[in-house]
């Protein structure tokens, strides 16, 4: 079935509301002897640009009578008609370039047409050979024999699709192409007719990529109606078939006085099963915002095929160096896009040289108008030739505030990871912090795209709370009764009732209780957001403050739980090497990076999770140790909370690679944890990872009124003051399950580096709160 997890970055927006209510709608004559995906494909490409289509069927002679060189459908344009489903396509992508559906480079472009020659000679060949009856071939007429070759050849198409979508989220560049809107609804047509081999779960890349497309794009959605269900090893029923294709207009010779002749409405086009008549279509806000200047990125993506325009860069300097006794300066420049930088040449005769000359070097800022030409050096495929320099800031410092390279604090020499801590606010000019921060965004991003389209709901949990979730009592205090001449050494006694909230309170150490709350009436939630813990705490791996990222999903168990864990952190794994290629080999290259970094990462995402129990990773430690293959600053027995050297050993030594760990004892973990029937062991479990130890930690929670009470006054928790979570557990209590990961280590996962406060952009760790 097609019943699988979906990898894909934001789609196109519905363009229902993209085209121009002005446009009058074309006319698209469809034969009744097409094959449905023929239409579709126009359809589809017709809701992507927002261009209104009034569909007639006309039968098979009546179409051939009209349209004698045409074939499936025909497309009429205030210039002509277009008889080639991959012309229309083409015509109807034009008429919104700023979509880029036909490719948005050169080379993107050839991209696009190589994919539509693919699905013609791969795969509508194949369903045209289906149609072939007996009477039209040539010598013995074998159905099976010909099933059999079809499906051998599908099996290879498939093939090679799912290898292109093992690396692509889309088939052409970061977005939908005409390359989708053709073989979406052709791959349909392919496996409705059994043309699927074997098991569809050997092509999980082109699942990903179809479900995404086919349930989860409004555009693709509205017009292939494909059931959630759909299987594809069996054939549609032909009702399903019947109710894809719009409905056939009244018939041209219907009985005079029937109900047909005498409707009014009989003798207009159906509406496309898209609703693309004109009066659908609506219009959007006009987009007001755009960029004046062009991205470092952008310019770079382009390479050769910028050369001649006219741009505007702007960023900052990363070097300025003045050449040919100072008539020449070249200033590289870098706006944060991407890990590279853009050199530019400023002649002395053009204005803003002097300016440019006396900015004061590294850091200084610019705006530079010129022409993209070829680089004559290495490194880079172009350069800009300046017309006109303006320093927007100049490098200052000193006593009197003069100009000098000399008073920038990140000048262009390395410098160490506490130094660039040190100077947090401008670490994000530095190259390996630019790429490490470039990563985070997609990593957060990734995540809130991983939830939304799996039918999660994300939710605003408090960063103020009454309650400790993992009382620990490590939280930071919340008041407004502080004497105005305390002492942060001094014993402060507080009357809550007079405080702000009338009782004590503090900042969140998880969102999970309050999430709880909705995921046992939502079904299934997230939340993304910050917290705190109030720890002493002066380690690579710890903050004060840091993200958490903390799903729930009812109705299920600890597998359940495992196995979303691992989707996730897979998930994120697969975006980071696929949007941050250049980041990661940056910061393969740093001083002390991973240079197996992507090569790790590829591992993670291609090996299932090793999965074991506390009790067998305890035997395991007790069996290495025993054997003298390590030897562990603290000893190893059951009941113990692993420290992070047993959880790396067992992780980077042991299976050499992630690691759940499941079931352990019970005085190690929360109160809310389910209680095995052994009693001594909890429904709890831990993803480690080499580098790291513990990423993630999950847990079946505690459904059982009476059990949850217990287990909350063994901890030393009042169960009055969590009264609102125990009602979860009296009014329709269900089984569910989450688990909660700190986002800076997955951003240390992801980036290779050892130390927490270098993922984050203002660490807060004890003594540090500069920011």
């Not at 449905?36 to 009546?62: N, T």
């Not at 008429?95 to 791969?122: H, I, K, Y």
């Not at 960023?315 to 008539?327: E, L, M, P």
């Not at 800031?393 to 008073?407: A, F, I, L, P």
Request: neutral net charge; aromatic residues 8%; charged residues 25%.
């Amino acid at each position: 079935m097609w019943n699988v997890p979906v990898y894909a970055t934001a789609l196109t927006e519905s363009s229902a509301a993209a085209g121009s209510p002005n446009r009058k709608a074309m006319k698209l004559y469809i034969s009744a002897a097409a094959q449905d995906f023929q239409w579709k494909k126009v359809l589809i490409a017709s809701r992507l640009v927002g261009v209104p289509l009034e569909s007639l069927i006309l039968k098979e002679d009546e179409f051939e009578s009209l349209l004698p060189n045409a074939r499936s459908c025909v497309l009429v344009t205030k210039d002509g008609s277009l008889t080639q489903t991959s012309t229309i396509l083409r015509y109807l992508a034009e008429l919104r370039p700023d979509l880029t559906l036909s490719g948005a480079t050169g080379f993107e472009q050839a991209m696009v047409n190589q994919w539509l020659e693919f699905c013609w000679f791969e795969l509508e060949v194949l369903v045209g050979a289906l149609t072939i009856r007996p009477d039209e071939s040539e010598g013995t007429f074998d159905p099976a024999s010909i099933r059999q070759i079809l499906s051998r050849d599908a099996a290879r198409a498939l093939e090679c699709l799912n290898k292109h979508l093992a690396s692509h989220t889309f088939m052409v560049g970061n977005g939908i192409t005409l390359a989708e809107a053709a073989l979406v609804p052709t791959l349909v047509e392919v496996l409705s007719k059994m043309l699927m081999p074997g098991d569809a779960r050997l092509y999980p890349h082109v699942l990903r990529w179809f479900k995404t497309l086919a349930h989860g794009n409004a555009d693709f959605a509205a017009v292939l109606q494909v059931p959630t269900d759909f299987k594809p090893l069996a054939p549609l029923k032909p009702s399903k078939v019947a109710a894809l294709k719009p409905p056939p207009p009244a018939s041209k010779t219907a009985a005079p006085g029937s109900a047909k002749a005498s409707s009014p409405a009989s003798s207009k086009p159906t509406a496309s099963p898209g609703g693309l008549s004109a009066g659908n279509v609506k219009d959007p806000f006009p987009m007001k915002f755009k960029r004046t200047r062009t991205r470092v990125k952008d310019l770079l993506k382009r390479g050769a095929q910028a050369v001649g325009e006219i741009i505007t860069v702007c960023g900052w300097a990363q070097t300025v160096r003045a050449a040919n006794k100072g008539k020449i300066l070249f200033v590289v420049i870098t706006d944060g896009s991407c890990t590279q930088a853009l050199q530019c040449v400023i002649d002395s005769n053009i204005p803003g040289f002097a300016e440019a000359s006396n900015c004061g070097g590294t850091g200084a800022s610019f705006s530079l108008l010129g022409k993209v030409v070829e680089s004559p050096g290495a490194g880079q495929s172009v350069e800009l030739v300046v017309q006109s320099a303006e320093v927007l800031g100049k490098v200052y410092g000193g006593d009197n505030g003069e100009v000098g390279g000399k008073y920038y604090p990140l000048s262009k020499k390395g410098h160490s990871a506490e130094h660039l801590r040190d100077h947090a606010h401008l670490r994000p000019r530095v190259r390996s912090y630019a790429a490490t921060h470039r990563v985070r965004n997609t990593m957060a991003f990734a995540t809130h795209k991983f939830f939304f389209e799996r039918g999660f709901q994300y939710v605003h949990t408090p960063l103020i709370t009454a309650s400790d979730c993992e009382g620990a009592g490590e939280m930071f205090a919340v008041t407004t009764q502080l004497p105005k001449d305390h002492s942060k050494k001094g014993k402060i006694d507080v009357d809550y009732s007079k405080d702000f909230f009338g009782k004590p309170a503090g900042l969140t150490v998880s969102g999970q209780l309050n999430v709880e709350t909705h995921a046992c009436g939502l079904s299934d939630c997230y939340t993304f957001g910050p917290t705190f813990r109030a720890e002493d705490s002066h380690t690579s791996r710890h903050l004060a403050e840091f993200w958490m990222i903390e799903p729930e999903i009812c109705f299920a168990d600890l597998k359940d739980d495992a196995d979303l864990a691992e989707d996730y952190l897979k998930f994120c794994v697969h975006s980071a090497l696929t949007e941050c290629g250049d980041e990661l080999e940056l910061l393969e290259k740093i001083p002390n990076g991973d240079s197996m970094l992507r090569e790790r990462l590829q591992g993670i995402v291609e090996k299932p999770f090793a999965r074991k129990t506390y009790t067998e990773c305890i035997k395991i430690l007790l069996a290495e140790v025993a054997k003298g293959a390590v030897k562990f600053e603290e000893s190893v027995e059951w009941g113990m909370d692993m420290g992070s050297e047993h959880e790396r050993y067992l992780a980077e030594k042991f299976v050499k690679g992630p690691l759940i760990v499941t079931n352990y004892p019970k005085g190690i973990k929360a109160f809310y944890m389910k209680l095995d029937e052994d009693g001594k062991t909890v429904s709890a479990m831990d993803i480690l990872v080499p580098r790291i130890g513990e990423i993630i930690g999950g847990s079946v929670r505690e459904d059982r009124y009476d059990v949850l009470v217990e287990r909350a006054k063994e901890v030393g928790i009042d169960p009055k003051d969590l009264s609102w979570y125990l009602d979860l557990r009296k009014y329709g209590s269900v089984p569910h399950a989450g688990f909660g990961l700190g986002f800076e280590r997955l951003i240390m996962l992801v980036t290779g580096l050892e130390n927490i406060r270098d993922v984050i952009p203002f660490p807060r760790y004890p003594q540090h709160c500069t920011f």
